[in-house]
């Protein structure tokens, strides 16, 4: 019959409530057993489950919730004194009644499963015989040290009858100390940090009820809400509209900014409803923490931060499973034994923090423990033996970098590959899972003391800021996280213009080198021959590897409401799907529609940078010159060259074959030595070569006009010292054979790089001539 | 997020007798009337850079995001000479819309089904997949169409080889 099946849905929905409430509740209890505010909660829930479904005729689980609430009754009297087997016993109930629960939800009826044993148990040990040793855990002293709460608040008794209005996302106290089974810890534990966290609706503790309280919150279905947020983001673009058109008409205009205003306040109070606090999700992390522990042999307190905070609920739910692996990580890997940790001098007990917060327009969730750590060496060796990464490369890279490498596919530092964790298929889905939705994640540990791992995921999904830029006729909308910033190409007085190097089109900025993407070329909406010379370069970072977009240009907001205020770029839009047709190419994440009525395409610039082997071109944060792949049409056997400017305003060329890296240096940063100058460089110092110096220019030391030098650093085959420029100009093919003979010292030649005689620099004979000059 | 051939749906072996006719380059064509939701006259659409060519692009329907399918094309024909006036037919498929785009509206008419025949292998080529039914009438032949497989073949997974310019 459809009514009873309404309500049984509903039966569902707060049974299962009741049973999320009533897991945290026995955890919590461990920690503080004797508590009656919990003890009567538990009682109060089973209580519940018992009459509700014996209306609906569910018998089985009515006799199991019967026998939970007869051992329960005894444990609320006083009568028997809550520990760890009793504890996992009635986890054990609460596990068994979800079994049922989920075959009345698939199939209707109850199931075949069998709990007479479990019955039988609870019968057991309500009469006091348990079948497992157990001792009852800690003393008052530390209960109460451990509660925080409640010791003097009286047990309130309710009703029976009332059907009980469990919060969803209620807080509790957040600490749970785990054990493992029956030891008892001997020595006492420091009181665990109760952070309880405040609802953000304001409902009250169940520690501290002192009578039936008002519960100002409501129950809606998510969909109506979503369906409110749909129609405001619609209101937006009308109002959009009306601006635009009615911006002449004085008399709309006051109607019209009051409409704005209110459409503002409407769209911010509509992506709240949507928001929902973490605490859903950390609320059942005390569980799972406790059962990793004991099956893992470690003992390990957990500590949650910031369950108040709040995100988009679809992400909460996108973020379980790989919050739910870290976790597992850092039990199985990170946190020793307790005679490991013993012998290492910490404390047995180890430390999982699970800490979340806003920062800077995100959520930032870290999970740390202070385990045995990883150590960069292990992981770089791995990577190096795994191929990832050369030898050469991996030593210039930061530890954060490094770190980077656990998540590829398959790679794992694991001794012994246990059940849990360790095989290697985790971290890459972690990855990737929160990727998927816009997220981050990194590690940094220290061997020894711990490891930290911290994800970072956008606050919402719905409506977010872009840019709107056009290209090859089209307008295109770019998420404002990827963009770092926007540089006017300009042919004419040579400040940004793009370097030729077949293939692969390289912008120089400031004193990088960035591979560069001609957006109208990328999407095949226009073909040209010969590079554009104008437009705007939009320079975007896709997982650390940045590159350059150029468009036409970037299109301005009129009259839209602008977050950072700075800027009249960014828009603010609403993200609309593109369906399952068009979603598949990975190419757009999503289409959003503008005040004039258009629709305008969303990038998903990591997947175009994916089909465009973008990460494969260059790897520019380490300042490398950009060294691009074998393409098919480059055959030809011309070499590339560094064009620079010397101090005294020469123009050479560098083979590029022997150039390491480039970087910038202070003139402060400079150190002579007799007629030899050096820059310190780390912890080492590296020789500079004057290049006018070498062709004869007296060795005085060049005036550094704006404080500033470029190094150019040679490769360690030909000696690793540095050039010592004033600027680079380009990077270009040679147009022509080198002429030899007309150089001198130093010079291999003369040849036509960037439509100009230039001299090219014999680095070897430079870097002989620098060891041996001997001070005038 | 892949389109998949649905266990059933409205548009197989359907109760309803009722179909949505339609002209394609001069050939009808039947769509269960079921999966309709709305006509339109052909309105701007926004290209869909490096989607399937048969995808015409995107059109907003009220705020809703629609993608809008060439028949023509997707049917194998070449594009019109002279350009005509066309029509969007908007079917929902499984709660998300899509537009047809057709050259003409014919009646909505009732077909009894046991006259329909399955068609034969030598009729079907690449483009016409998505006929799964054909009924001879005295002014030509019906096209009885699958929307599940007409759109099916326009998924694209892999974009490669994008050229950077």
Known sequence: MADNDEFIGEFLIEAAENLDQLEQDLVALEADPRNPDRLASIFRTVHTIKGTCGFFGFTKLSTISHHGEHLLGRLRDGELVFNDALASLLLELVDAIRTVLAAIETAGGEGDDDFSGLCQRLDAAAAGVLSAAAEPIGEAAEAEAAGGAAAAEPVVEEPPEVADESVPGQPLEAAAATEPQPAVAASPRPAPATETPATSFGSPSPLSRSGPVLDPTIRVDVSLLDTIVDLVGELVLARNQLRTAAADDPTLVGAINRVHAVTGELQEAAMKTRMAPIDQLFSKFPRIVRDLANTCGRQVELHLDGADTELDRTLIEKIRDPLTHLIRNAIDHGIESADTRKAAGKPTCGRLSLRAFHESGQVTIEVEDDGGGIAVEAVRDKAILRGLVTAEDAATMSAERIFQFIFQPGFSTAQAITDISGRGVGMDVVRTNIESIGGTVDINSQPGVGTIVRVRVPLTLAIIPALVVTSGGERLAIPQPYVQELVALRAADGTHTIAGLAGAPVLRLRDRLIPVVFMDRWLGLREWTDRPTSGTVVIVKVDNHEFGLVVDAVTTTDGNRTTAGETTSLWIIVVKPIGGLLAPMGLYSGATVMGDGGVVLILDLRGLAMAADIPARASVTDQRPVLPEEDDQATTETARYLVCETHRGRRIAVPLEHVERLETFRHDQLNAAGDRQFVRRGSWLTRLIDPDVLRGAPTAPPAVPDGHLVGVILTADVGGDALSVSRIIDVDRAESPLQTGIGGRGLLGTLLVGGTATEVIDVPAAARWASHATAP | ?165
Not at chain 2, 95 to 120: H, K, N, Q, R, T
Not at chain 2, 125 to 140: F, I, Q, R, T
Request: net charge negative; aromatic share 6%.
């Open chain 2, 1 to 165: 997020m892949t389109l998949s051939l649905p266990p059933d749906g409205p548009s197989s072996g359907s109760p309803s007798f009722r179909w949505c006719s339609f002209l394609v380059a001069d050939r009808c064509f039947a769509i269960d009337a079921a999966n309709v939701a709305e006509v339109l006259r052909a309105t701007a659409v926004n290209r869909v850079p490096l989607a399937a060519p048969a995808i015409a692009g995107l059109l907003n329907l009220r705020g809703r995001i629609v993608p809008v399918i060439d028949m023509r094309l997707r049917l194998g024909f070449e594009t019109a000479e002279v350009e005509q006036p066309r029509i969007n037919l908007v079917i929902d498929l499984r709660g998300e819309w899509y537009s047809l785009l057709v050259d003409d509206l014919l009646d909505v008419v009732s077909f009894d089904p046991a006259a329909i025949e399955a068609p034969s292998g030598s009729r079907s080529g690449p483009a016409l997949d998505a006929v799964v039914g054909l009924l001879s009438k005295p002014d030509g032949l019906v096209h009885f169409l699958d929307p599940e497989r007409l759109l099916q073949s326009l998924i694209v997974t892999r974009v490669r080889g994008l050229s950077v310019g």
